[in-house]
T-cell receptor, first 116, second 114 residues
Framework: KQEVTQIPAALSVPEGENLVLNCSFT??????LQWFRQDPGKGLTSLLL?????REQTSGRLNASLDKSSGRSTLYIAASQPGDSATYLC???????????????FGKGTLLTVNP | KAGVTQTPRYLIKTRGQQVTLSCSPI?????VSWYQQTPGQGLQFLFE???????NKGNFPGRFSGRQFSNSRSEMNVSTLELGDSALYLC?????????????FGPGTRLTVT
């Protein structure tokens, strides 16, 4: 059974700092890994999606890496801003087998606070 | 193109009652998945529907059920509500629910059981 762990559970940093969020998973037979952002009481916004054959993806100040063999992914946020304050979730998608492979397994998230 | 919509956005129910939540996927999407999010358990997969058929089911009791209509809109139903059912319920849609589709999430329905 796939398990996804995110460390730390909460992180508070001053504005402008670079930071790294960690995600680990137990079963390396994944199709892809996705990082989401969730604002309080809201739905999920996809940030970056890394296919299992890729090592990293970048979007603006965000960079996500994937090391499938060790079951780890990191989300790097450069020059953090107060608007980055949110919960960040990672989710893994299993390889297709028969029907759909949309049973995403999520970590519990990292609550990020960026202080002005 | 409109995103995934969920109604209602907020709901308060009493223990023992039943509730129905609705999800309208992005136009053209045929796969709809449901997730429950609680502070203790995080996000957990409930079930996935494609072409009016349930294809995948998570580890939830039979009180949780769903269905999908011919226009791909989906509903989930929870009967005999318990306090522990208080959660944010998220639905997500994708074209076919298989690789390499991406999944798009709605804003959620916040259910409070008193």
């Amino acid at each position: 059974k796939q398990e996804v762990t995110q460390i730390p559970a909460a992180l508070s940093v001053p504005e402008g700092e670079n930071l790294v969020l960690n995600c680990s998973f137990t079963d390396s037979a994944i199709y892809n890994l996705q990082w989401f952002r969730q604002d309080p009481g809201k739905g999920l916004t996809s940030l970056l999606l890394i296919q299992s054959s890729q090592r990293e993806q970048t979007s603006g100040r965000l960079n996500a890496s994937l090391d499938k063999s060790s079951g780890r992914s990191t989300l790097y946020i450069a020059a953090s801003q107060p608007g980055d304050s949110a919960t960040y979730l990672c989710a893994v998608r299993p390889r297709p087998s028969g029907g759909s492979n949309y049973k995403l397994t999520f970590g519990k998230g990292t609550l990020l606070t960026v202080n002005p | 193109k409109a995103g995934v919509t969920q109604t209602p956005r907020y709901l308060i129910k009493t223990r023992g009652q039943q509730v129905t939540l609705s999800c309208s996927p992005i136009s053209g999407h045929r796969s709809v998945s449901w997730y429950q999010q609680t502070p203790g358990q995080g996000l957990q997969f409930l079930f996935e529907y494609f072409s009016e058929t349930q294809r995948n089911k998570g580890n939830f009791p039979g009180r949780f059920s769903g269905r999908q209509f011919s226009n791909s809109r989906s509903e989930m139903n929870v009967s005999t509500l318990e306090l522990g059912d208080s959660a944010l319920y998220l639905c997500a849609s994708s074209l076919l629910g298989v690789a390499p589709d991406e999944q798009y999430f709605g804003p959620g329905t916040r259910l409070t059981v008193t």
